[in-house]
């Protein structure tokens, strides 16, 4: 997993695969009592009970980079019922019969979803955890309560079939933050004119994280029974979700200045530095430091994040 459990802080990231019939904060729950780790733990990104795959737990430091987590592009095995649909938009609501697929073929459904990628607005479903005036909807959708919903921004890079077998449709899809599946099952089946909802999703990918790479709640439970500190070698380290960024490595007389928040000079010349580009910084043996920003008057580095690790990452520059 990349790694090094000497000198452990026990910060970093679990890559957990939620089962079906869990929701994202019991998730979280049973994580806590089994590693013991009570403060400074959360889920990056809500699945809801009926949806599996995978829910990146933040521990410790990791709580800082949730914000980075949450911005990288995901990617769902969506199966869509066609010809019915749920206040819901999902198999956990009650299934009202709306159209039939039966008329329909692949092109009809490819040349369909082709009108969804990109970039536009989707209106969030009235089941899920948006807040509007202080309130979440699925607590007002549960009383009975539909309220106008404001349509939010969203990018979808890929739709493609996998299956279709009347009247179930097997969608990959790969999308950025923010994208209900839900509203896009039931966007697409409108848009089909038969209805649509979901009966089976899983994540497959959330930024870095892999499902080929995931570990289970029963795997995690064995490693902590086996030992009682086991699960730490499942952590991911803090700078696993940051690989998309450059690096830049700081000598061992301005380490010091550094961790205390003061400016340093680096030695790092590239081609250009984007205005507010965030860098991994790192001391000369590969430990991760902080975040870091050049400042283009000054040319000096001000770190904005700092975590001072203290294992040696795989992940610095060599």
Not at 171 to 196: E, N
């Amino acid at each position: 997993m990349g790694y090094n459990l000497q000198n452990s802080n026990v910060n970093g990231f679990i890559n957990f695969y939620k089962p079906l019939g869990m929701t994202s904060m019991e998730a979280v729950r049973r994580i806590k009592k089994l590693t013991g780790v009570s403060k400074k733990i959360g889920h990056a990104g809500t699945l809801d009970p009926l949806a599996k795959g995978l829910l990146p737990i933040c521990v410790g430091k990791g709580t800082r980079l949730m914000e980075n987590v949450l911005e990288g592009s995901k990617e769902y095995k969506v199966q869509i019922q066609l010809g019915a649909i749920t206040e819901t938009y999902d198999a956990e609501g009650e299934i009202r019969i709306t159209g039939s697929a039966d008329g329909l073929c692949i092109s009809d459904i490819e040349q369909c979803i082709s009108t969804f990628i990109g970039k536009s607005e989707q209106i969030p479903p009235m089941y899920s955890a948006v807040k509007v005036n202080g309130k979440r909807l699925y607590k007002l959708a549960r009383k009975g309560i539909e309220i106008n919903r404001t349509p939010r921004p969203i990018t979808i890079y890929d739709i493609h079939v996998l299956n279709f077998d009347k009247p179930l449709l097997t969608l990959m899809v790969q999308c950025g933050k923010g994208v209900y599946i839900r509203s896009l099952a039931h966007d697409l089946g409108q848009r089909l004119g038969c209805g649509g909802f979901v009966t089976e999703l899983e994540r497959l990918r959330c930024g870095s994280f892999e499902k080929s790479d995931a570990v289970t709640l029963l795997e995690l439970e064995t490693k902590t029974c086996h030992d009682g500190d086991g699960w730490i070698g499942c952590l991911e380290p803090i700078d696993f979700v940051l690989q998309g960024l450059r690096s830049v490595v700081v000598s061992d007389s301005n380490k010091p200045q550094l961790l205390n928040g003061m400016s340093v000079d680096i030695d790092f010349e590239p081609q250009e530095i984007s205005m507010l580009e965030s860098f991994r910084a790192y001391d000369t043996l590969g430990r991760f430091l902080a975040l870091v920003q050049c400042d283009h008057l000054t040319g000096l580095w001000k770190p904005f994040k700092v975590f001072n690790e203290n294992n040696i990452s795989c992940y610095a520059p060599n």
